[in-house]
């Protein structure tokens, strides 16, 4: 039986999804892509000198959604702990960890704005100085975010495996969500330890399948909701 906490959470983790996802996709896409070029940091950084308050709209955004990614892992949490309550924790740590290292991305980029600032002794360095040391910092973000990347494939990985021993939503979408949460720890470990992956796998591609298994959970759960499992549950119910 389900309990009136899981439908809640079920309800919550849609609702969040849909707007946390609305944010940063349209921060990024309108506040931060535009300047953003890839694995330069340093000619990013030159952009974002003279794009400074596009940038910080950006950064609001990307709080946003990391706060976001918590409330998730929560709902998540919430809803397949019955299944099996130590997977499901280990899951959301996971999650945790995505979350994380998301926010320090948000801290290397403050820290990159406040460098091309040049306030105080950072004068002595120059724009050209400064440049190079915030865009160090800018691909130190992207070098975190890639290593969180890794915890939420895991994360969702563990999540879609405990979806599909529930029955809660169709077998067939959550076996898609661990093939597609697989894809994404792959290419995460594919990117930080082969310094030419990017070119053999284009990035734009390597959130796609497990997006589109968020995407379609999401509105599973917010149209349908969880279906009661046909057997009650008793596998690792703590």
């Not at 820290?111 to 105080?120: D, I, M, P, S, W």
């Not at 070119?199 to 149209?223: G, M």
């Amino acid at each position: 039986m389900i309990e009136r906490s899981q439908h809640y959470a079920a309800k919550t983790f849609s609702i969040t999804y849909l707007v946390s996802y609305a944010i940063i996709a349209v921060t990024n896409s309108r506040f931060y892509a535009p300047y953003l070029i890839w694995e330069n940091g340093e000619e990013s950084a030159r952009r974002f000198i003279t794009h400074d308050q596009a940038i910080r709209f950006f950064l609001v955004g990307a709080i946003l959604y990391g706060v976001g990614v918590i409330v998730l892992l929560t709902a998540l949490y919430v809803i397949l702990r019955p299944v099996n309550r130590g997977m499901a924790l280990f899951a959301a740590f996971s999650k945790l960890t995505y979350a994380l290292f998301w926010l320090i991305l948000v801290l290397d980029i403050f820290g990159a704005l406040r460098l091309l600032g040049g306030g105080g002794s950072l004068r002595a360095f120059g724009p050209d100085g400064l440049a190079a040391l915030a865009g160090s910092q800018l691909d130190s973000s992207r070098d975190a975010y890639y290593i969180g990347f890794i915890f939420n494939g895991l994360g969702s990985t563990l999540f879609a495996l405990l979806f599909f021993q529930s029955r809660y939503i169709p077998r067939a979408l959550a076996l898609w969500g661990v093939l597609a949460s697989l894809y994404e720890v792959f290419c995460g470990f594919g990117y930080l330890f082969y310094p030419n992956f990017g070119a053999i796998l284009s990035v734009e591609s390597y959130e796609l399948p497990a997006l589109s298994f968020e995407l379609l959970l999401c509105l599973w759960l917010l149209f349908r909701g969880l279906r009661s499992p046909e057997k009650p549950l008793t596998s690792g119910q703590g």
